[in-house]
């Protein structure tokens, strides 16, 4: 009786399981599915989402595809302004000013890029991408990032104040086996950010930047 027992119960759990797993692959195609049919318009700024940096400080390949789009959409006429937003990885390693010197170097004018170097989150790009609209009495914002990230930037966009018609989005058209994984992480970041700013859409970044506390501490 009690082997039966066990048995039932782990038939139980595997099914409960194979449903979470079931509603999680579905909440992250949906996820996916946004970001890819999300305009891409032309707009006042682009703003483009750090990423790593290698260890001579120049933008790894996912951000250095991130910065091909927004210099493909600047030649176009699409978007005549970038913030860079990023964060500080360690000594040399600021990502915000490595995005900028990559569009520098491919004829973007260095007066056409704001740099943000306190983006560490999402929900920091946002709150900075709206004071950067208010100060420069802009609206329309283009988001370059990996797909999988677009339907949480542009809810965080939203929840900060810029109005959901004034956003669109681009991302490099490529793909790899990690966006599998980063589309399933998607899902429980996108649930909080839903939640959070639900419950107060003036929720401050939460941020931790190990990188920049050591540097202090031994400056």
């Known amino acids: 009786m009690k082997y039966r027992t066990k048995r039932s119960f782990a038939a139980r759990a595997g099914r409960v399981l194979a449903v979470v797993a079931c509603v999680w692959a579905a909440a992250a195609a949906a996820i996916v599915i946004h ?11 682009a703003v483009i989402f750090g990423n790593a940096l290698d260890d001579t400080g120049a933008p790894k390949p ?13 030649r176009a006429g699409q978007c005549p302004a970038f913030l860079v937003s990023g964060a500080i990885d360690g000594p ?21 890029i704001a740099v943000d170097d306190q983006g560490d989150n999402t ?3 946002a709150q900075h991408t709206l004071a950067y ?32 018609s004034n956003i669109s989005a681009a991302y490099p058209r490529r793909f790899q086996w990690r966006d599998v994984y980063s ?10 950010y839903a939640v959070r700013l639900w419950v107060n859409p003036d929720a ?3 941020s931790f ?8 501490l031994f400056s």
């Open 35 to 45: 970001g890819m049919r999300m305009p891409s318009d032309p707009a006042d700024v």
């Open 62 to 74: 996912v951000l250095a595809a991130r910065l091909d789009v927004g210099v493909r959409c600047y």
């Open 92 to 112: 040399g390693l600021n990502e915000a000013t490595a995005m900028r010197d990559y569009l520098v170097a491919r004829g973007v004018p260095t007066d056409r």
């Open 123 to 125: 929900l920091a790009t």
């Open 133 to 164: 609209l208010h100060a420069h009495r802009l609206s329309r914002v283009l988001i370059v990032s990996q797909y999988y990230h677009l339907a949480r930037a542009r809810l965080a966009f939203e929840r900060v104040g810029i109005a959901r």
């Open 183 to 192: 589309s399933w992480r998607e899902v429980p970041a996108y649930a909080v």
């Open 204 to 206: 401050r970044p939460i």
């Open 209 to 216: 930047r190990p990188m920049l506390y050591l540097m202090r």
